[in-house]
């Protein structure tokens, strides 16, 4: 158990709806990360918060959008989904502002029909 | 473009062998290393990591190798077990300000017994 949760682990939902997935740190972590893993693909980064404030952003799509709200925990919102963003998508945690070792959860797995 | 390459999807090796897993990354300002492992339907697990002033860092059965001129890096691990089967992604960072994973498309290994 990494100490990271994710909710929730499954989430079915139809083309054109908007979805938030929510994220916990770790105790202590100030860095929350986004990832997206679809089929046959590594881990796409999509954005990174710390305590609070957007630092980095990846391959993260205009209708996707994230926050860090005070208490750390964070939320991804996917809007006017597509079949495409079909994927899990992972949020990672980490102590420090720069990559260093990231600590997972589970995986929010999103089905889009 | 792929920054982190692992050109084999999978491995299959026997128990009591050494297992080694290879990564090639093309960004030469890529100064940190990671390898994660990953279960299915779990979130991926730190393993093991190596900054670029040095080229091996060991960790009981798991050695990393770096080659920073040939810009490739190893995983290997000795003696293989059977519940080292998993999926492993290899990573870089860049540690510029606050840097972000770069991760590859992952190496499937399979230990059998």
């Known amino acids: 158990d990494s100490g990271v949760t994710q909710t929730p682990k499954h989430l079915i939902t139809a083309t054109g709806q908007r979805v938030t997935l929510r994220c916990s740190p770790r105790?202590?972590?100030?860095?929350v990360y986004w990832y997206q893993q679809s089929l046959d693909q590594g881990l796409q980064f999509l954005i990174q918060?710390?305590?609070?404030?957007?630092?980095a952003k990846g391959n993260i799509l205009e209708r996707f959008s994230a926050q860090q709200f005070p208490d750390l925990h964070s939320e991804l919102n996917l809007s006017s989904l597509e079949l495409g963003d079909s994927a899990l998508y992972f949020c990672?945690?980490?102590?420090?502002?720069?990559?260093?070792?990231?600590?997972f959860g589970p995986g929010t797995r999103l089905t889009v029909t | 473009d792929q920054q982190v390459k692992q050109n084999s999807p999978s491995l299959s090796v026997q128990e009591g062998r050494i297992s080694i897993l290879n990564c090639d990354y093309t960004?030469?300002?890529?100064?940190?290393f990671l390898w994660y492992k990953k279960y299915p339907a779990e979130g991926p697990t730190f393993l093991i990591s190596?900054?670029?002033?040095?080229d091996k860092n060991e960790d009981g059965r798991f050695t990393v190798f770096l080659n920073k001129s040939a810009k490739h890096l190893s995983l290997h691990i000795v003696p293989s077990q059977p519940g080292d089967s998993a999926v492993y992604f290899c990573?870089?960072?860049?540690?510029?300000?606050?840097?972000?994973?770069?991760f590859g498309k992952g190496t499937m290994l399979l230990v059998s017994p």
């Open positions: 960004n030469s300002m890529f100064d940190y």
């Open positions: 105790s202590g972590d100030l860095s």
């Open positions: 918060y710390y305590n609070g404030e957007e630092r």
């Open positions: 990672a945690s980490s102590p420090l502002t720069s990559g260093y070792e990231q600590y």
């Open positions: 190596i900054s670029s002033i040095k």
């Open positions: 990573a870089a960072s860049d540690q510029s300000g606050y840097s972000t994973l770069t």
